[in-house]
């Protein structure tokens, strides 16, 4: 049965209103190379328990070597704060969703066989963008008297090479999905109700905030691939043939963006170790949204 939702507390709201605000406000926010315009669209905002069960799984569905909520946060008090003895008190696992601005994803639409100028752009103004805002974030939580971290800044993050792909030991997109944020699609990808072209980061703190419901029945219910076996469109908009009906090939995709894209780097404008292709993330349909659900964005033209 789903989550009922709860009101939300004025903790919550104050988070909520500050990422917002240093999204709109940040100049670190605009793809200052091209003409300012903004690099992220207004966030999407979770929270999750950090207890929550779906953390020990994570271990079992991602890897043992993935930390949980507590493990990053008990590491962060023994290395960073001198504290050895172990936490029980309640955690809380902020996840924040920035979503690709439009003009950016309406660039990436025409384009058949790698990015855009501003969505290459956006892949490597937006990272730094997106370190800033949560830095900024662990910053508010502490300056309201309570502890925070976030996992994929501290020493023990790592990305993995694994036999079938990358994978890191803080996966943010798993964040987001116990925040009540989204669900996984065929092409790997993240679908939220502000569609599926975004970045995902999270921070843990001792700040107590109410879970946000998760608000659909499993890990690939915004995907209509999983549940009526329609759309496949993203398997049709790689260039790579890295998406099947068997889901996302990463080692396809990697070598795609790695090799055959490396001459969009040659490009005027263009910058970054690889030059980001997200093709199978706009002219789809969970652009902009949860296919089969009202928009809650303007539609692309
Ligand atoms: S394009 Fe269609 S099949 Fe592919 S992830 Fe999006 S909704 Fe799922
Ligand atoms: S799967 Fe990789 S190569 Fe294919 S469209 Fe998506 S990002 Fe590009």
Redesign the pocket.
């Known amino acids: 049965m789903k989550d009922q939702a709860k009101p939300k507390s004025s903790s919550a709201q104050f988070i909520e209103d500050n990422i917002k605000t240093f999204v709109r406000e940040s100049p670190l926010n605009r793809l200052k190379e091209i003409d300012g315009g903004p690099i992220y669209d207004e966030p999407l905002i979770g929270f999750a328990d950090g207890d929550d069960p779906l953390f020990q799984d994570y271990k079992r569905i991602i890897g043992e070597f993935h930390f949980t909520p507590r493990e990053a946060f008990e590491t962060h008090l023994r290395d960073d704060l001198g504290i050895s003895s172990s936490f029980n008190g309640a955690l809380t696992v902020i996840s924040f969703v920035l979503p690709v601005s439009r003009i950016t994803r309406m660039s990436n639409r025409r384009e058949t066989k790698g990015p855009s100028l501003r969505w290459n752009n956006t892949r490597w103004y937006g990272q730094p963008f997106a370190e800033a805002l949560t830095r900024h974030v662990v910053s508010v939580l502490r300056e309201q008297g309570s502890r925070a971290v976030a996992p994929d800044q501290m020493p023990l993050y790592k990305v993995l090479d694994l036999p079938n792909g990358r994978c890191s030991n803080w996966s943010q997109r798993h964040m987001a999905y116990a925040a009540g944020l989204g669900t996984f699609g065929l092409?790997?990808s993240f679908i939220t109700p502000a569609g599926t072209a975004l970045w995902c980061c999270s921070v843990v703190t001792d700040m107590v905030l109410p879970a946000t419901p998760r608000g659909y029945a499993n890990h690939l219910a915004n995907c209509p691939f999983f549940t009526d076996g329609s759309c496949g469109a993203?398997i049709q908009?790689?260039?790579?043939g890295?998406?099947s009906a068997q889901g996302?090939d990463k080692i396809?995709?990697r070598e795609?963006?790695y090799g055959v894209q490396k001459a969009w780097l040659e490009k005027p404008g263009y910058i970054g170790n690889y030059a980001g292709?997200?093709?199978?993330?706009t002219k789809v349909p969970c652009e902009t949204r949860i296919p089969g659900r009202a928009l809650n964005a303007p539609s692309p033209k």
């Open positions: 092409s790997d993203c908009r790689c260039p790579a890295a998406i996302h396809k995709c795609e963006m292709c997200g093709l199978c993330q």
